[in-house]
């Protein structure tokens, strides 16, 4: 599997999976120094939060990935064929323009901590870095979407389903 490949096919669910390890490791960490020491920290609070932050952004783009957001397909499996295209088109098309929102609005609230400088309280990280999270959780997502419709577009790929069977997404 070439480099390329596996960024597109895992970048997410491994930097996900890493955020949630670090935040389990650092939650449990707080745990046995407040509980069994006496001696609460803050500085990993501070960390487990923002591994929460990266790693939930980063999933909402792999979800579209893999086309496991929550829809009320129910609904859309009583038309046919055409109709759900139709239908699922529609619907991605306001969320690819909210998306693209969503991204320009991350990417201006990342500019202002850029220009005027914020930084945390237990570690004094710049508060730039944390927050890029959003540029690449909403720019990704966005992304992911003309992924999905140039699949389907140029290879024949459903937007109705996940990419492949053995990418489904696990349950």
């Known amino acids: 599997m070439s480099l390329l490949t596996f960024l597109e096919k895992r970048l997410e669910e491994v930097i996900a999976g890493i955020g949630v390890v670090i935040m389990c490791i650092m ?11 006496s001696l609460p920290t803050s500085w990993s609070d501070e960390i487990a939060q923002y591994c929460m932050l990266w790693s939930v952004y980063l999933s909402v783009s792999w979800a579209v990935r893999e086309r496991a957001h929550i829809r ?3 609904f859309i499996n ?12 529609f619907s991605d098309f306001i969320w690819f323009i909210f998306g693209i929102f969503l991204t320009w609005h991350s990417i201006t609230l ?16 710049d508060q730039k870095w944390p927050y890029l999270c959003l540029v690449f959780g ?10 999905i419709y140039y699949r389907w577009w140029f290879h024949g790929v459903s937007i109705l389903e996940g990419t492949s069977k053995e990418d489904a997404p696990h349950a």
């Open 72 to 74: 009320v397909m129910n």
């Open 110 to 125: 990342n500019i202002s901590y850029w220009k005027d400088p914020y930084f945390s309280p237990a570690l004094n990280i």
């Open 27 to 37: 939650v449990f960490f707080q745990v046995v120094m407040r509980y069994v020491f």
């Open 138 to 147: 909403f720019g990704l997502m966005t992304l992911r979407i003309v992924q």
């Open 78 to 89: 009583l038309f046919p064929l055409a109709f759900k295209n139709g239908l699922v088109v």
